[in-house]
């Protein structure tokens, strides 16, 4: 099993910014991959930005230039460095992380429980 723990998010202005960060902890060994993902009311969970263990990243295109996805591997823990926050980043953010298997293409998911960002005048 894996846990992850989530913190950082909570009220901004606009044009503000915020830190999100998550630990994995437990049988971390297979884990390969982490993300994050967020799910505004109504909407489908999307992904924000996750990273492979050989380097690969991937950006939601409402993101880029704005948000940055970074880890520490000795502390198994991966940030989300959100900058020029919008009404429309407003969301539950959900750290992710994965055994991800490319031949054949397998994935397994661990996801925490969420961290809400609301972003409001």
């Known amino acids: 099993q894996v846990q992850l723990v989530e913190s950082g998010g909570g009220l901004v202005q606009p044009g503000g910014s915020l830190r999100l960060s998550c630990t994995a902890s437990?049988?971390?060994?297979?884990?390969?991959?982490m993300g994050w993902y967020r799910q505004a009311p109504g909407n489908q969970r999307e992904l924000v930005a996750e990273?492979?263990?050989?380097?690969?990243?991937n950006y939601a295109d409402s993101v880029k230039g704005r948000f940055t996805f970074s880890r520490d591997s000795a502390k198994n823990t991966v940030y989300l460095q959100m900058n020029s926050l919008k009404p429309e980043d407003t969301a539950v953010y959900y750290c992710?992380?994965?055994?991800?298997?490319?031949?054949?293409?397998?994935?397994?998911?661990?996801w925490g429980k969420g961290t809400l960002v609301t972003v409001s005048s």
């Open positions: 992710n992380a994965a055994r991800l298997l490319l031949d054949p293409y397998y994935r397994e998911d661990y």
């Open positions: 437990g049988n971390i060994d297979s884990i390969n991959a």
């Open positions: 990273i492979t263990s050989g380097g690969s990243t």
